[in-house]
Structure formats: C-alpha cells, structure tokens
C-alpha cells in the first residue's frame, strides 16, 4: 500500500479541514445568531463574532414559552422508542437469524419489502387506524409502534447476527441454556456496537420528527421539540435572535449523542450491519 507524500498529506488535510468547515459553517452562524441583539443579526456589513453576547436569549427562550415541558415530552417519547426498538428489533433479528424454523425466509423478505412502501402511502391508513383505537392527541402512535419492529434496524441486527459463529449456541444448549438466554447472555454483549447504531438512528429520527407530532398532537401541553420550535416561529418571527437561540438548544443533544458515541456507530456499521 503506497504512502502519500507529505504534500498529498497536507491538501488532503486541507481539504478536510475546508468541506468541515463548509458543512459548520451554518451551526456557527446559527450560535452567533443566537448570542446577539435582533439589531446585531441584520447589521451589515455583518459582525462575525459578537462583541457583547447576548446570553440572556436562552433564557428568553423558557420564559416566553413552556419549553421545558417540550424537552421532556420529546426526551419521554424519544426513551419509548429507544426502549421498543431495542427489545423488538432484537428478538425478531434473532429469530430470523438463529432459530430454524419453515417461513423464516419468507419473513425475512416480506420484512424487507416493507422498505420500498412510502410513508406517504401508510400515512392516511395508520391515521383512521389510530382514530378508530382512540389514539389521537397521545404519544400512542408515536411510540407504540416502534415495539413492532423497525425493518431496516432487523436488516442490521440480523445480517450481524449471522456473522456470529453458531458454536456459541451449541455450546450454550449443551450447558442447558434456552433460546431467551443465548439471546440475553452472548448475543446481545456481542452485539453492542450494532445495538448503539440502532439507539443513535431511533433517537435522531424521533428528536427530529415533526410530522408525527404535528398529525397526532393537538393539545400544546403534549408538543415536542420540533412542534414548539414551529409555534414558536409561528408567534415569533420577528425575534430572531430567540429562534436562532431555540433552534441551537434543538441541535445540541443530536450534536453530543453523535460526538461521544461516533465510535460505536462506526464500528456497528462497520462490524456486519451493512456488508452482507
């Protein structure tokens, strides 16, 4: 394998360095927004770095709205589906990986099937259905599903399930263990890093989620991030400095789970989630 020179070292380092600060570039500008007057954000030529942070905007932000409540209805509904994805995704991935049984592949790809139907195709359908169970303005469809199952996450799971030597169950079975303890004492402390992807992707996709709030949710007192950042936009967009402050303490949480967590979502793709 042939070396770069320490010139073709630098430009890749530069090059890095440059798209980094291309893809920051609006985060940055976003928290200097935040730390200035309504004034300072349309001042031109424009002030890069504030002189004078304004701090108080993040205050501004819990006073003029019940913002805190919308943390913990978002961070309530996103533990729900961190919970369900984990106990459904991993019992359905280690049945269809591990245990012999007829079907088996026909469920594994019907599962897979599903992946090509649009949620704009189901969104109507599981509306009348929730309607009809008496789901609505609840955290019932947000969170009761993700206990059926996710069929990317199965994807994941199983594809490194099967990468793991079968010797480890016929062990376990001559030691007298059943299928619920091979899953509970070697699959899953082997599967940790595939685990942790699917923690990140659940809790990205329901932080960020509006369109499930925004059918199902009609009191205010239930709202979640993404649906308070929105009324917030509504009844103040002229207060820029305070969106700029809200939409920055929206991004941070997504921001530190990815930081300290890269690593084992790299190694979960990397360790048989993807290659097949």
Not at 65 to 81: D, E, H, K, R, S
Not at 173 to 190: C, E, R, W
């Amino acid at each position: 394998m042939n070396r770069l020179s320490p010139l073709a070292r630098c430009l890749t380092y530069a090059a890095l360095i440059l798209g980094s600060l291309l893809f920051l570039a609006p985060f940055l500008w976003e928290i200097r927004s935040s730390l200035m007057t309504l004034a300072g954000v349309f001042s031109y030529p424009p002030v890069i770095v504030p002189t004078d942070p304004q701090w108080s905007n993040y205050l501004d932000v819990f006073s003029i709205m019940p913002f805190a409540q919308y943390y913990g209805n978002t961070i309530l509904v996103v533990i729900l589906n961190v919970v369900g994805a984990l106990i459904s995704n991993t019992a359905i991935a280690f049945a269809l990986a591990r245990i012999p049984f007829r079907g088996r592949k026909i469920l594994f790809a019907l599962s897979m099937g599903t992946l090509m139907i649009p949620v704009a195709v189901t969104l109507i359908p599981t509306y009348i259905e929730w309607s009809w169970f008496g789901g609505l303005n609840s955290y019932f469809p947000l969170t009761v599903p993700s206990f059926f199952g996710n069929a990317f996450f199965i994807f994941l799971l199983v594809q490194f399930f099967r990468n793991i030597p079968k010797e480890f169950d016929e062990a376990a079975f001559v030691d007298g263990a059943s299928y619920p303890q091979i899953l509970t004492k070697i699959i899953v402390p082997m599967s940790r890093p595939v685990m942790a992807v699917v923690v990140i992707f659940t809790f990205m996709n329901n932080w960020n989620d509006f369109m499930g709030p925004l059918l199902y949710l009609n009191d205010s007192k239930l709202f979640t991030l993404a649906l308070g950042l929105k009324s917030l936009l509504s009844s103040y967009n002229s207060y820029w400095q305070i969106l700029m402050a809200a939409a920055t303490l929206v991004v941070l949480p997504l921001i530190l789970v990815f930081f300290f967590a890269q690593k084992s979502f790299v190694e979960g793709l990397a360790a048989g989630g993807i290659k097949g």
